[in-house]
Structure formats: C-alpha cells, structure tokens
C-alpha cells in the first residue's frame, strides 16, 4: 500500500489526488494550508510537533511512503531510532534550500539518517547533484520531476494584454534588489508581487508598484496583462521560480530571466531571454530589448509557447510520482 504523509494540507493536490484516487491513504501531519508563505520558524515548529508519533500504526514494513516537505527529517530519525517502522521504500519530496550553510547541514543530516529504500524525488538539477555527489545517495535512488501543477487563479483570453508593464513576483530565491537596479530608468512601470519577507523597500509609486501577498487570481491578473515578465534570481540554491514559470508559459508571456538550471529545465539552455546572474546591466538589457524590439519581444514569447507544448505532453505528474513509487 501507498501511504502519503503532508506536512501542510492541501499542497502539492494534483500529485495527491491522483495517488488517493488509486487507493494511496494521506495524513497530514502539519498546518492547513497557509495563505502566505510560511517562515522557517512556522516550519521548524511543526517538524517537531507530537503529531508525529502518532504515525506509529499507520504503516507496515511492506508499505512504500511518501513524505512531502520537511517533515521528513524527524520521520527518517524515529524510523532510525526504532520509534517508527521503516517501509519497503520510503521517497522523500520538496524539501528545498536557497543557501549554502543550510545545505550542509542538511547535507549531514541526510547522510546519518539514510537506511536501505530511502528514495528522493527532486525537482531540480542542482539538488540531483547534490545527493548523489555530496550526499552519496545512489543515482538510481534519485528520481528527477519537472514539476507542473495546475494552479488556480487562470486568466481569460480577454485579460491576456500588453499594458507596457514589466512584472515579476514569487518569493524564494528572488534578487528584487537587482531587478530595482536594473528597472531604474526604463520606460516602463515595473509591478512586483512578492511576500512580506521579501523585505523590498519603499519605491516611488510613480515608476514602481509593490504588491504583497496577493490571491493568486489577482496575481496572475497582473502577469497576464504586463508586456514582459522578469525572473530575478539568485545564483545559489535548488528548485526555485517553478510556480510563477508555469504561469509565464499558461499565459504565453515573453520571460527575461536569470539563468537557472531549475528554469532550463523547462525553457532549455537555449532559451533568448536568459540572462547572466548577478549582472543589473544585463537583466536592463534584456528589458530593455523586450520593452521596444518586437520581434525580440514575439520570438520569446513563441519559445515560452513551445516550452508549454512541450511540457503538457509530459503527461499528469501524479502518474509520474507512482511510477517512482511503484518501481521495483
């Protein structure tokens, strides 16, 4: 039998559905679902909550086991410390990390708490190479998934429009600093939807408009009506800028974009609107070019189109993530 274990409800629902439809049972063994980005207090907290042990019964030694976040971390420690069973396979999915201390000591944990039948299923290149070169897991043990999800908040044709704006928006990984360097003295108005961690200082409203923790309707709202999308990031870290990407690609919208393994993934190397990370004056460029060349403007935008062909022939993501369960 397929168990699921949620660290927050309501995540990751195309996947989960999928696998309760076909018999799997899911527990949540965290918060609901949260209308805002969680901090990593609110995370740490409920990775040390009770709750856990009363998991003890829920599955048998010949189960498989999916754990969804970073309640994995105290999962793996009772199985190892005999508090909890150890399943037949136990995969281990979205536990990201934007930097490099942290890593490291996630990087240890993994090592001390790894056992036979542990699996992980990540979401990027980075984060493979991290495994199976630093963690020493087995490449055959690491299963990559391009993560696509159908997100709520879809456009109208009629609200997919070119108002001159440059948008960006998203939370983790995300170098607002530089994108405000760069945006500065362009011709157009720059609106960014971010969270309150962010930390993005006050702008001029006149040049800048600075939303936080929008409903993601009015999110995608406000993407699907600017002239191009900007995707600052930084160069450290993992999976990072999928959520707001598959929004680019739903609404066809020219992206200008740090290079990323993560986004390359979908876009591929040779995508046109990707720039060098860390570099204002080529993400000004890039803007810049998207802002009054046309046909620069079109031709991105018909490889964003591509992108998103290519990716819905990739099938549900929820037959994905069995088959990595299901395999012998």
């Known amino acids: 039998m397929i168990h699921v274990l949620l660290s927050e409800a309501g995540t990751y629902h195309d996947i989960v559905e999928h696998l309760a439809a076909g018999g799997a049972r899911v527990t949540h063994i965290g918060p609901d679902a949260q209308a805002h980005m969680r901090s990593k207090l609110s995370i740490l907290a409920a990775m040390l909550s009770p709750s856990l042990l009363r998991t003890r019964k829920l599955w048998r030694q010949q189960d498989r086991l999916l754990v969804v976040g970073w309640q994995a ?19 281990v999915m979205a536990c990201f990390i934007h930097g490099t201390r942290a890593r490291n000591v996630i990087n240890r944990a993994w090592r001390l708490l790894n056992f036979p039948g542990l699996e992980f299923i990540t979401f990027s290149s980075g984060e493979t190479r991290n495994l199976t070169d630093n963690v020493g897991i087995a490449p055959s043990a690491v ?84 002239r191009v999308v900007a995707m600052p990031l930084k160069s450290q870290g993992e999976a990072c800028g999928q959520s707001v990407l598959l929004r680019v690609l739903r609404n066809g919208k020219p992206l200008i974009a740090t290079r990323h393994e993560a986004i390359e993934a979908y876009l591929g ?29 079109e031709g991105l ?25 299901l395999a012998n």
């Not at 999962?75 to 190892?80: D, G, P, S």
């Not at 929820?318 to 088959?323: A, V, Y």
């Open 73 to 91: 971390l105290p999962v793996l420690a009772l199985i190892r410390l005999g508090l909890l069973p150890r399943p037949q396979r136990l995969l």
């Open 143 to 226: 299963h990559f998934h391009l993560w696509r999800q159908h997100l709520d908040g879809a456009t109208t044709a009629s609200q997919r429009q070119d108002d001159g704006s440059i948008f960006s928006g998203g939370f983790s990984n995300r170098d607002y600093d530089l994108l405000l360097e760069a945006a500065h003295g362009l011709e157009a108005h720059l609106v960014i939807v971010a969270s309150a961690q962010n930390q993005i200082p006050a702008q001029d409203p006149a040049q800048t408009t600075v939303h936080l923790d929008l409903p993601e309707a009015q999110f995608e709202k406000l993407l699907a009506s600017s």
């Open 269 to 297: 190397r040779d995508y046109a609107g990707f720039v060098a990370a860390g570099d204002s004056g080529a993400m000004r460029e890039g803007l810049r070019r998207a802002l009054s060349d046309d046909a620069f403007r």
């Open 301 to 325: 935008a018909a490889q964003v189109s591509r992108a998103c062909a290519q990716m819905e022939q990739r099938g549900g993501p929820g037959q994905e993530i069995e088959q990595f369960l």
